[in-house]
């Protein structure tokens, strides 16, 4: 791959790739392109009912936006990532251009939980989350799919599929279904940031309602 700027990488999201790297220290990236392809429906966010019971407890505080690289760097602080210093760069030059966008979950000061990902047209690429309590990530993800429903988005590309991603709704779809969803989402307009901030307890209201 030669040099990777912004620009390339939003051109490679809208053709349906994405890249990687093998670990932090390894300075190569190349581009992925999954035969079964990883996403979220949002009309399908399966909240259990330990889930739906914390987040009506919880005191945590959501974000948007906050703490982009904080966020980045706590997906990064693993034994096993693929975000090296080039591509932490890169998506914090596409926060910049407002093209990536970050969610994040405060217990009072302290960033204990997070999700981010990039935005073309109706479609959201969700990139990489993390979580440092119990819960965490998974509220982060029950508020991002709530944002996005209220944004206009369709498309909700999680790449691949975890049990963890699975236990709260995503599916595999064919690459040639992944591709005729992208082909209509890229096209279409939608806000990550119109949405007023939300707390845990409206979430779960709003998609207790839906469900």
Not at 33 to 58: E, K, N, T
Not at 81 to 110: F, M, P
Not at 168 to 197: C, M, N, P, W
Request: hydrophobic fraction near 40%; include cysteine.
């Amino acid at each position: 791959m030669g040099e990777l700027t912004p620009e390339l990488l939003l051109h490679g999201y809208s053709v349906g790739i994405f890249p990687m790297s093998e670990s932090r220290n390894d300075p190569e990236i190349f581009w992925v392109d999954p035969h079964r392809r990883g996403v979220l429906p949002l009309d399908g966010f399966h909240a259990s009912r330990s889930l739906r019971r914390a987040m009506r407890r919880s005191d945590w505080t959501i974000t948007i936006n906050r703490s982009f690289e904080g966020v980045v760097d706590g997906c990064a602080d693993r034994e096993d990532t693929w975000i090296n210093g080039e591509i932490r760069a890169l998506y914090n030059a596409l926060h910049a251009c407002g093209q990536a966008h970050s969610l994040e979950v405060w217990e009072k000061d302290a960033l204990v939980g997070g999700v981010y990902g990039v935005v073309l047209g109706a479609a959201f690429f969700g990139e990489s989350m993390f979580s440092r309590r119990t819960n965490a990530s998974k509220i982060a993800l029950a508020c991002l799919v709530d944002r996005l429903t209220q944004g206009g988005f369709t498309l909700f590309d999680t790449q691949f599929i975890t049990d963890h991603l699975a236990s709260l709704g995503a599916v595999e779809i064919s690459r040639a279904e992944y591709h005729s969803r992208l082909a209509a989402a890229k096209t279409q307009r939608a806000s990550f940031t119109a949405a007023a901030d939300s707390s845990p307890q409206e979430v779960i209201q709003r998609i207790t309602q839906m469900s």
